[in-house]
């Protein structure tokens, strides 16, 4: 029995442990954390916080999701789900409090991969070994603090309020209330948000809610999706949307008329259009406003779903006056008197305390020596000579005039990971794997299919169709890289590696077509005829005899050899 760690016990880490285990692995979880959800552990919950999917979205087939929110769930059912899952399927698997601080291999025998851990409780290291090691860390794990705003910044200039980056914000929340005074008070304080995106939104929701002085500091906001009334599930869980996102390859007759036509293309980007139009007529965004100002919800990745009416959420605190908005702008650093923060353009704001939600970095940093990471190759590199997708996607009338030099010429940099999930210099070793770096829309949808790809990886199975050698890998994954180049410019300034390797944002359920065929096992599994395949809702339901099925298949190989 291979031993096998999972290293984060977030949705990646929970259903890619699950499955392993189902097949057969002995497997442990080592989580930095207190509790399982990662981003929807119990320590980073606050009141107000929904996900950006839809009910059962974000739901495991192995266990349907009681959801109490009207059309989606909030912080706190998110993480008692990911408490139930985990307490059903992974009881004594998972090792708190445990933080991974090197992973390297060793010899070539057995358990020869060494992982150091450091109790977050007592500070006691230790060396555990595995014959596998999956990465489940997700890309929101590490904070991305700006060198402007660190915390030997606040110290020189003497900066006199707390500095919280996003993902901190719940455990610093009390310190944050109790010393910024409410608008009632005869000294109010002011907290300034720095950041466009979802948590910075969700974020200055809340504390406008409890009634603070709240301003936003951004560039360009996230583009949104808001509806007066819930859209019909046909729309929103189905193939309607994601088809209306070109895939590496067009699988069918209807893709290729959206993406290779003229007519077509130009349904695609009316459609992304108009919902983007309807979203922000609907939450009342004037087209004078910064909030107008958004990422493009067709060729980026930084769209939020904020569904139909729901109290005190962003953009009508916003249209209220109870946020103000201070964009475009650039935050520059911190002000010289202590209470202040200083923009761009020379402006000064008062600051009694300072959010960032600026993002993440790479996750993997840190856990891998320079040895290690160079001998999987899991790092950034340049990637020269990619002419090649000139030619490739060129019939895509959709990817015409998008923002930015397309690719083609030049250098880019690239990951290379094969389907996101397996270093291609390791390919033929089978004993490392990465579930969460493929930026997607639907995360329990992607980790759930590709939980079960990467365990055929590690059993070998005979009807896995992967790639005859490294080199051959390494042709597909920068093929891939390429590809992301084409489908989103300039995208490669925002991801890093632990976020972004390979991105399927809207087209999720082509990526799952895609392993499923690697599998060789039926795809496009929501059924349907020629016309009613494209609105049936999809499911991660879809996946719960997966398991199953490819013991079956398993079994028949090798019973014919």
Not at 171 to 179: G, H, T
Request: glycine share 8%; charged share 20%.
């Amino acid at each position: 029995m291979r031993k096998v760690c999972v290293v984060g016990s977030g949705a990646a880490g929970l259903i890619t442990s699950k499955t392993l285990l189902d097949d057969g692995f002995d497997v442990e979880i080592l989580s930095k954390d207190r509790s399982v959800g990662g981003v929807w552990s119990v320590e980073r919950i606050y009141p107000g916080l929904y996900t950006n999917n839809v009910n059962g979205e974000y739901e495991f087939s192995a266990m349907p999701m009681r959801i109490l929110s009207k059309e989606r769930p909030g912080g706190t059912e998110m993480s008692e789900y990911m408490q139930e899952f985990a307490r059903r399927f992974l009881q004594d698997k998972i090792h708190f409090n445990t933080a991974v601080i090197d992973i390297r291999r060793g010899d070539n025998g057995p358990r020869n991969w060494s992982v150091t851990v450091r109790n977050t409780t007592s500070g006691h290291t230790q060396q555990l070994h595995y014959d596998v090691v999956i990465l489940c860390t997700g890309g929101c794990s590490e904070p991305r603090i700006p060198a402007n705003f660190s915390i030997t910044g606040a110290a020189s200039n003497e900066f006199k309020g707390p500095v919280v980056h996003a993902s901190h914000f719940t455990a610093q929340l009390a310190d944050i209330l109790s010393r910024v005074r409410p608008i009632s008070d005869a000294n109010p304080g002011h907290i300034v948000v720095v950041g466009g995106g979802k948590s910075a939104q969700d974020i200055a929701a809340y504390l406008g809610k409890e009634h603070r002085m709240v301003s936003v500091v951004f560039e360009t906001a996230d583009a949104v999706i808001a509806f007066p009334f819930t859209l019909p599930w046909f729309i929103r869980k189905s193939r309607f949307l994601p088809l209306l996102s070109p895939h590496i390859h067009l699988r069918t007759r209807f893709e290729r008329f959206l993406h290779t036509t003229w007519l077509g293309s130009m349904l695609v980007h009316g459609a992304f259009m108009v919902l983007s139009w309807i979203s922000l007529r609907f939450l009342g965004v004037p087209v004078s406003s910064p909030l107008g100002n958004v990422h493009s919800m067709f060729w980026g990745v930084r769209t939020n779903d904020e569904g139909g009416p729901r109290p005190y959420r962003f953009h009508p605190l916003v249209k209220s006056g109870e946020i103000k908005m201070i964009a475009p702008a650039r935050a520059k650093g911190f002000g010289q008197d202590g209470n202040s923060i200083v923009l761009a353009d020379g402006r000064t704001v008062k600051a009694d305390a300072i959010i960032l939600a600026t993002g993440f970095s790479s996750s993997w940093k840190g856990l891998f020596d320079d040895e290690t990471v160079r001998e999987l190759g899991i790092d950034r590199y340049t990637m020269p000579h990619a002419q090649a997708s000139e030619t490739e996607w060129r019939s895509y009338k959709s990817l015409r005039n998008g923002p930015g030099a397309q690719a083609g010429g030049g250098e880019q940099e690239a990951i290379s990971l094969y389907h996101g999930m397996v270093p291609v210099r390791n390919l033929t070793r089978r004993d490392f794997a990465i579930n969460g770096a493929v930026y997607t829309a639907n995360p329990a949808y992607t980790f759930e299919i590709s939980s079960h790809w990467i365990s055929s990886y590690l059993l070998s199975d005979p009807f896995l169709r992967i790639p005859s050698s490294p080199e051959e890998a390494l042709t597909e994954s920068e093929r891939e890289a390429k590809w992301i180049s084409v489908r989103y410019p300039g995208v490669s300034n925002w991801r890093n590696e632990s976020f972004g390797a390979r991105i399927n944002f809207w087209n999720y359920p082509q990526l799952a077509d895609d392993l499923l065929e690697d599998m060789h096992l039926p795809n496009m599994r929501t059924g349907g005829n020629w016309l009613t395949w494209l609105f049936i809702p999809l499911s991660t339901r879809e996946f719960k005899d997966l398991g199953a099925e490819r013991a079956q298949l398993r079994a028949s190989y090798h019973k014919s050899t």
